[in-house]
């Protein structure tokens, strides 16, 4: 890599992270094995969360690469620290389109640990599937 693309590189980390809007705490989920690009726009709300069996409300806005199909999910999750899921919940897209503007609602997991992640990401499901947006919030 040439100093250029380095230095573009940067700026585009840079903008990039200035960009992102979410509850405070959040991060890209490199931590979590996954590199890809951050959400645009994600809100949950309460925070913090409620107990367990309450639903928590994530507002996401998100463009994206390329339509959805019936097989690109929004996918809410809570993991351990170390990424072992502990409940999640998967929903539908509308087919063919290239932003995403809605709420989704999760319900709080029994069993939390102390500490735990709230992953929110945009997949595809299935075969060859693979993540297209994610962030992931630390908690507490
Ligand atoms: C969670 O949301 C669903 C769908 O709106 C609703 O049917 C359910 O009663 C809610 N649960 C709680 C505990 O508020």
């Not at 994206?64 to 999910?73: E, G, V, Y």
């Not at 502990?86 to 063919?96: K, N």
Request: glycine share 6%.
């Amino acid at each position: 890599m040439n100093g250029n693309l380095i230095l573009i590189s940067i700026f585009l980390l840079l903008t990039r992270s200035f960009t992102v809007k979410a509850n405070v705490g959040w991060s890209d989920c490199s931590f979590n094995a996954i590199d890809v690009p951050i959400m645009d726009a994600t809100f949950f709300s309460p925070d913090p969360i409620g107990p367990a069996g309450t639903n928590l409300s994530v507002q996401v806005t998100q463009s994206l690469i390329k339509p959805t199909t019936r097989f690109t999910k929004l996918v809410i999750q809570f993991t351990s620290v170390k990424g072992t899921p502990i409940g999640h919940s998967r929903h539908p897209l509308v087919e063919s389109i290239d932003k995403i503007d809605d709420t989704f609602l999760a319900v709080v997991p029994q069993f939390l640990p102390a500490n735990y992640l709230i992953k929110v990401a945009v997949v595809e499901v299935g075969l060859g599937g693979y993540t297209w947006n994610c962030i992931l919030f630390h908690r507490p």
